[in-house]
């Protein structure tokens, strides 16, 4: 690893500006930095979920994934940087897969909730969704790798059903959404 940050504050982003990977300055609210900045918000809410008991499937699962977010932001970071590749959505994809079998088929929507670590899946899916929108942002203005959108779709997905696997395993059912019935 090559150097190691010592002096965390360097007061070159108190004019509003940042540095990007590749030394460019930027504003701090570029699409850029919303993006990598979103996907560092979705790692730390993995870190708190990662505070829950859960199986060890689960837990080694979403290490790998806060490790991929890393690299993913890195590759943000960067423009014109590729790090991820379709064998990170894959991965995602098998471990899905698996969750769901054991699921019963949805015919409604559900609500966010259930346990405490089901709940902090919906809360992480959401960010992930709101990160992948801001990735899609980006990428309507400059090159994103399409194996970032794809991982972060997915990404979302898989939180979906891991909350409901929470749940499922913890004997909680999943609450169905019900619509608001207009009156006659």
């Known amino acids: 690893m090559g150097h190691r940050l010592s002096k965390i504050y360097t007061r070159t982003g108190d004019d509003g500006s940042t540095g990007l990977g590749d030394g460019t300055r930027v504003p701090k609210d570029h699409p850029r930095v919303e993006a990598y900045g979103t996907v ?10 990662l505070c829950e008991p859960l199986s060890h499937e689960l837990q080694a699962a979403l290490i790998r994934i806060q490790h991929t977010l ?22 995602l994809e098998q471990l899905l897969d698996r969750l769901n079998a054991d699921l019963a088929p949805l015919k409604e929507f ?75």
Not at 40 to 49: I, K, R
Not at 112 to 127: I, Y
């Open 40 to 49: 560092d918000e979705l790692n730390s809410v993995l870190g708190l979920l």
């Open 70 to 91: 890393f690299d993913l932001g890195g590759e943000l970071s960067v423009p014109g940087r590729q790090v991820l590749a379709d064998a990170q959505t894959i991965e």
């Open 110 to 184: 559900i609500l966010p909730g259930g346990t405490r670590a089901a709940a902090l899946c919906h809360v992480a899916r959401s960010v992930c969704r709101r990160a992948e929108r801001h990735v899609y942002t980006l990428s309507r203005q400059e090159h994103v790798s399409p194996a970032s959108l794809k991982y972060l779709n997915r990404l979302s997905d898989l939180l979906f059903v891991m909350a409901r696997a929470v749940n499922h395993a913890s004997g909680m059912p999943d609450t169905l959404w019900q619509p608001a019935r207009k009156n006659p």
